[in-house]
Structure formats: C-alpha cells, structure tokens
C-alpha cells in the first residue's frame, strides 16, 4: 500500500509543469580587409550626416522651417514611442528599494541564524521578506521584469543553493515572491500565498503567470493568471486540477478543468494553451 502512495505522489509532481526560458546568441569575427573596408564606408557615411546635420541647424525665419518628410515623421513619432514604452531599470528598483534592503540585511546577516531559539529571531525578518525563503541560508537573486507589459516592471525574488552561475543559460532559481507597484508603493502581487514549499509560480509568455499546488500526495493544481489594469491584483484565467485515488492497488486520475471533469488528453492541452515559454528571460541579479 505505501508503494502505491509513492506512486501516486511521484506521479502527480510530474504533472507540476513549468515555463522555460530564452537563450544567447553571439557573433562573429571580421577580417581585416573587411574592417578597412568597413572603417572607409563608416567615414564617407559620417561625413555626409555631419553634412545633413549643418544643413539642419541653418536658422530660419519664423513660419519659413522647411515641412518634415513623411519618413522623418514616422522616425520622430517612433522614437518617442519607444522612450515611452521602455521601463527605467533604475526607477523600478527605486520603487522597490525597501524590500530589496530587506531581503540585503538577512543575507548579510546569514539570515540571522545568530539569533536562532531567541525572541528576536522572528522579528529580525523584515515584514516584506517571504516566510518560505527564510527557512534556510541560501543564495538569493532578484530580478525586474516587465510581466503584463504594461511599462512598469514587477519585482521577482528567488533564491538557490548555487552550483550554476547566473552567466549559465541554464540558471533557474526557486521563485519565491512577487512585487508590484501601484504608483505610490510597492505591494505584494498574491499576499495571501506563500510561495517555495506546496505552492510555486513561473512566469510564461503572454504576460501569464502559472501557480501550482499541491494540497496532498493525491490532490494538485495548476492556475494562470494575468496582472489586472491597475498593475497589482491577479485576475484569475483558467484553473486545472489532478486529483488520484486506488482502485485495486492501483493509481487512477480524474482530472479537472475549473470544475468541470475530462480526460488525460483535454488537460494537457488545456495546460499547453498557457505554458508558453518566455521569449526573454529575466535578468538576475544576485543580492549581497
């Protein structure tokens, strides 16, 4: 009877899918004949923008400015476009800055493992560090990361034991919490879920995010969601659950579409509508 137990748990961890992530690409070498080339086009072209941009600085009268063409147009219009839609690194970790100083002072206090069986232990956290990350001394990695590509970057906090470097293509760390901003402070983006032990979340293309749980051996789930217009409340999508029983000694599953039974092959490809990998992977950065 504990054999079928396990099976049905080693069985229903494997239905705990995940999103995956981007990779790198390089370039390649040039050959000096190539580079003189190269050097003889780059300073022919230099010279006649130096050349179109004294002819643009000439003064004119009032009501005379020569009219833009339609190019010079869709370039200007583009290129405000961008700096409207590109995130500020710099700002989003401004509004993220006393949580990242939190989760600064526990690694730099060995999480505060001096203080362990004492009355301050608790209270050394600060109030925004996740409970599961706690649980034990490792590193720990943050990243900002656009997530409903709304121009505001949502903070992402993880850790891992190391052993694979952030350079490596296949870094994946534990996410742990998720943090955005609602234009005045920075709020947790599922406060009533703590994540890293039963439940866990990854992020998938499209702006969706997936949370899996698992309530027992026998009972999981999977639910997407997206961030709502204001930038912080989790909209439910869709919700999937696996649930497993015995029947003569042997494993059976039902599954479960937001309620609703159907088979095997309905739930995985109810599942593969949303774990879409993302085509840019965040960028990690560890704390210390």
Not at 169 to 189: C, E, H, M, Q
């Amino acid at each position: 009877m504990r054999k079928n137990i396990l099976g049905i748990a080693l069985l229903l961890s494997v239905g705990l899918y995940g999103c995956g992530n981007a990779g790198n690409t390089a370039a390649g070498d040039m050959s000096v004949p190539e580079m003189l080339q190269k050097t003889e086009t780059y300073e022919a072209e230099s010279s006649e923008a130096i050349s179109d941009k004294d002819d643009a600085a000439q003064d004119y009268p009032p009501g005379k400015e020569p009219e833009m063409s339609n190019d010079q147009k869709m370039s200007n219009e583009q290129k405000m476009s961008d700096e409207q839609e590109m995130p500020d690194d710099q700002e989003s970790q401004g509004n993220y800055e006393s949580i990242l100083a939190e989760y600064a002072d526990m690694v730099r206090n060995n999480f505060y493992e001096d203080l362990l069986g004492t009355d301050m232990y608790e209270s050394s956290f600060g109030e925004d560090v996740s409970l599961e990350i706690r649980t034990h001394k490792q590193n720990v990695y943050y990243a900002l990361y656009d997530i409903d590509g709304n121009g505001s970057e949502e903070l992402i906090i993880a850790g891992g034991e190391g052993g694979v470097g952030i350079s490596n293509p296949n870094f994946s760390p534990w996410n742990y919490a998720l943090y955005g901003f609602d234009g005045t402070k920075a709020v947790r983006i599922f406060p009533e879920m703590e994540f890293g032990y039963r439940t866990n979340f990854s992020l998938c293309d499209n702006g969706v995010i997936e949370v899996s749980y698992s309530a027992s051996a026998a009972e999981s789930g999977i639910d997407f969601y997206r961030i709502g217009k204001d930038g912080i409340t989790p909209e439910l999508l869709d919700s999937f659950a696996m649930m497993g029983h015995l029947e003569k000694d042997q494993p059976v599953f039902s599954y479960f579409r937001n309620g609703q039974e159907l088979t095997e092959e309905e739930y995985n490809a109810g599942l593969a509508k949303y774990e879409i990998p993302l085509t840019t992977a965040p960028g990690w950065i560890q704390i210390s």
